[in-house]
């Protein structure tokens, strides 16, 4: 399957810092999408990004798929903004329309 | 807000036991998944459902049965639960082409199961 790699794993950030979180995959995909999992376990959608840009309030994100990344920016970061981002990719296959996650960069914003 | 329940939200259950997961959405979506999330592995699937009574394996089925009757729910089955089974379960739903615009998946609220 596809292996997606996001970096960094872990990041602590003071309120009111910018951040850029990467994710790598390792071929062509049909869809990309960016979510963000809660300390309640909540998985929200941030992004669908097959490629482009896309800008969602203090959220941006920008897809390059012919070099095979993504990036997230997160600016004027809040405390709200902690928990886990996770980028997925898919790619049709076998599995049909299955999303292929990456291990998360775990995000925590300090007051 | 997508609306997909799932229930129960948590479950303690012994091995050898039958588990049932139930995955149900208001958004009359084709299709629905069954990810489990564990540490170190991020989520994977484990069944998906292109349609009622259309279903397929992903990459973690074994130990897994699921059905769909309705389109609306979505059932998983852990036969006979064992530990490696100790997880937290997440249901997703999309609507593809050529009925939807773009596959985006949506996931419930997820269902945290441990198998002692």
């Known amino acids: 399957g596809i292996q997606v790699e996001q970096s960094p794993p872990d990041l602590i950030l003071q309120e009111g810092a910018n951040s850029t979180l990467r994710c790598n995959f390792s071929d062509s995909v049909n869809n990309l999408q960016w979510f963000h999992q809660n300390p309640w376990g909540q998985l929200i959608n941030l992004f669908y990004i097959p490629s482009g840009t896309k800008q969602n309030g203090r959220l941006s994100a920008t897809t390059v798929a012919t070099e095979r990344y993504s990036l997230l920016y997160i600016s004027s970061s809040q405390t709200t903004d902690s928990g886990v981002y996770f980028c997925?990719?898919?790619?049709?296959?076998?599995?049909?329309?299955?999303?292929?996650f990456g291990k998360g960069t775990s995000l925590l914003v300090t007051p | 807000d997508a609306g997909i329940t799932q229930s129960p939200r948590h479950k303690v259950t012994e091995t050898g036991t039958p588990v049932t997961l139930r995955c149900h959405q208001t958004?009359?979506?084709?299709?629905m998944y069954w990810y489990r999330q564990d540490p170190g592995h991020g989520l994977r699937l484990i069944h998906y459902?292109?349609?009622?009574?259309?279903?397929d394996k992903g990459e973690v089925s074994d130990g897994y049965s699921v059905s769909r009757s309705k389109t609306e729910d979505f059932l998983l089955t852990l036969e006979s639960a064992t530990s490696s089974q100790t997880s937290v379960y997440f249901c997703?739903?999309?609507?593809?082409?050529?009925?939807?615009?773009?596959?985006?998946?949506?996931f419930g609220p997820g269902t945290r199961l441990t198998v002692l």
């Open positions: 958004e009359n979506h084709r299709y």
């Open positions: 997925a990719v898919e790619r049709y296959s076998n599995s049909g329309y299955a999303l292929n």
């Open positions: 997703a739903i999309s609507d593809p082409p050529p009925s939807g615009d773009y596959n985006e998946q949506f």
């Open positions: 459902s292109y349609g009622v009574k259309d279903t």
